[in-house]
């Protein structure tokens, strides 16, 4: 009887006091997961309301439940969950909620659309390099072959300006598919974190910086690209076309080279498409202007010739090479525990690069003209600029313009564990809640939270209730006190296995926060930088 009071009352609430508004109201966010045998079903409460359930099973609950709702079940006692919601002013219509999938999730968010935010992200950084490799000096030179290609095809000018960037376009994405499937999306993902291949794409990067510097030319066989290019002007139709993209592809691999290369590691961490989604924009972006050069090949008579702004540019892209060539070397610096490459040195290296750049452009200044003089100028005062702003990084200063890129700053207010096991003991003893940063030395979204949210002081005064566990998963050190599986794992490993197996999920950073015994008290966070979203998280 008592039930059924409930529903007509519910009922009449949810029809009398839901004002009409154009956006639903949905203050009850239900999520599953899959542990063992059992599923954890949790209902996060927003602040202000309070969740009555309606109809599940046989179960009975407490007339109202606030903040949190958290139940684990054997698969077979699933069952739907009827409830709604009410604040001070209004109630929601009885809704019916039921677990079918074990979907990852997010604060506030579908892991979907946190995906596609990703895929976004490296589509953009793909379009940036591609747009950079257009005035790097393996790519400028080719424009001259392709306007006299194209120009004894000047009667399907359009048609054959079409397919010549279709062809790029298809040469590019099918090489991040060809990766893709050969190495598979885990691998790629360990790949962009194994500190064996950070320090090769460390060393590589270094080896074009001092090539662009001029010590030394780095070229493919001339052979290649002559025998293409040979073959393309002899062949006809569309097989000729996408010899010369070949040809293009060849001809500008030394320049390209690392751009790609760096696309490919920071695609590997998000999902299987990125890899090719990166390789898109970049052919998009290169293609653009050969396809142009292609249908108008009168153009290349107003393109600026190679001279001393090639050179200039050449310098100028040596110097960013040395500072990105850091991040690759950082991470292995950091996996392995060889203290080589402290914070403090990275950003006064990076002082060096952004602060020698300007040097440069400002050295011969007097000897160009006025139009390269303003554009020097352009570049001179960015450059000096943010090397004035790291400067106060050396003392401590967080610098978050750096945080995607530089080693970790230490941040203070909170105890830290890097030991699941100790930490959790602890968190029984002393009867805190815990919350788990599951994240890793080459995980640039990481050092971006750590910035921009740990070290927000609200943050940090709220941390203080909890025993916070960073657990790194990519840390290559040796396992000891851990309870490794097998001899010689490592402790990313073994943390590794932690999120996978108790959490179900291998994507970092990911945030846990769990009750004094190690149940789950909220639904785990993904990345963000707003530290109030974060606050909102935290049930202490």
Request: net charge neutral.
């Amino acid at each position: 009887m008592k039930r059924f009071l409930n529903i007509i009352v519910l009922t009449l609430c949810s029809l009398l006091l839901v004002p009409a508004k154009a956006e639903l109201v949905q203050p009850v966010k239900w999520s599953g997961e899959v542990i063992g045998d059992s599923v954890r079903l949790t209902a996060v409460i927003e602040q202000g309301w309070h969740m009555t359930i309606i109809d599940f099973g046989e179960r009975e609950f407490d007339d109202e439940i606030h903040d949190l709702f958290t139940i684990t079940l054997a698969k077979d006692e699933l069952t739907p969950i009827r409830f709604n919601a009410c604040n001070d002013v209004m109630c929601t219509a009885p809704e019916t909620w039921e677990y079918e999938t074990s979907p990852q999730p997010t604060q506030g968010k579908e892991s979907g659309n946190n995906d596609s935010q990703s895929l976004l992200v490296i589509f953009l950084l793909g379009l940036l390099g591609g747009l950079l490799a257009i005035f790097t000096p393996c790519v400028w030179p080719i424009i001259p072959m392709t306007v006299s290609f194209f120009l004894k095809r000047s009667d399907k000018g359009l048609q054959n300006a079409i397919l010549y960037g279709l062809s790029i376009v298809i040469i590019y994405v099918g090489l991040g598919l060809l990766i893709t499937v050969v190495f598979g999306a885990s691998a790629l993902n360990a790949l962009s974190t194994n500190a064996i291949v950070n320090l090769l794409f460390f060393a590589l990067l270094v080896v074009f910086a001092l090539s662009f510097f001029g010590l030394f030319e780095i070229t493919l066989p001339a052979s290649w690209s002559t025998a293409l290019d040979s073959k393309a002007r002899s062949t006809g139709g569309f097989l000729s076309i996408l010899l010369m993209a070949f040809t293009l592809v060849i001809v500008s691999f030394s320049c390209t080279g690392p751009i790609i290369g760096t696309l490919l590691v920071e695609a590997a961490g998000h999902s299987l498409l990125a890899p090719a989604i990166g390789m898109l924009g970049f052919a998009i972006a290169l293609a653009l202007p050969f396809s142009l050069f292609a249908m108008f090949p009168q153009w290349i008579k107003s393109a600026p010739r190679s001279g001393d702004w090639m050179t200039s540019f050449k310098v100028v892209l040596a110097f960013l090479e040395l500072a990105l060539s850091l991040k690759f070397f950082s991470v292995a610096d950091m996996a392995y525990g060889w203290g080589l490459l402290p914070r403090w040195l990275f950003i006064a290296i990076w002082i060096i690069c952004f602060a020698g750049i300007g040097v440069y452009l400002l050295w011969n200044i007097r000897s160009v003209n006025v139009t390269r003089k303003i554009i020097r100028i352009i570049v001179i005062i960015p450059s000096f600029a943010f090397a004035a702003y790291l400067v106060p990084g050396l003392w401590g200063a967080p610098v978050k313009a750096v945080s995607a890129f530089a080693p970790p700053m230490a941040i203070e207010g909170r105890e830290v564990f890097n030991n699941y096991d100790e930490g959790m003991a602890y968190a029984r003893q002393t009867g805190k809640p815990v919350i788990i940063d599951f994240t890793g030395y080459g995980c640039v979204n990481c050092r971006k939270m750590e910035a921009f949210v740990l070290d927000n002081d609200s943050v940090k005064a709220r941390l203080k209730n909890y025993v916070f566990i960073e657990l790194f998963v990519d840390d290559k050190k040796i396992a000891n006190g851990q309870q490794p599986k097998a001899k010689g794992e490592s402790i990313g490993d073994v943390n590794s296995r932690i999120q996978r197996e108790q959490f179900g999920s291998n994507a970092q950073p990911y945030y846990v926060q769990l009750d004094a015994q190690g149940n789950m008290i909220a639904t785990p966070m993904v990345f963000t930088t707003d530290p109030m979203e974060f606050i909102h998280w935290m049930k202490y």
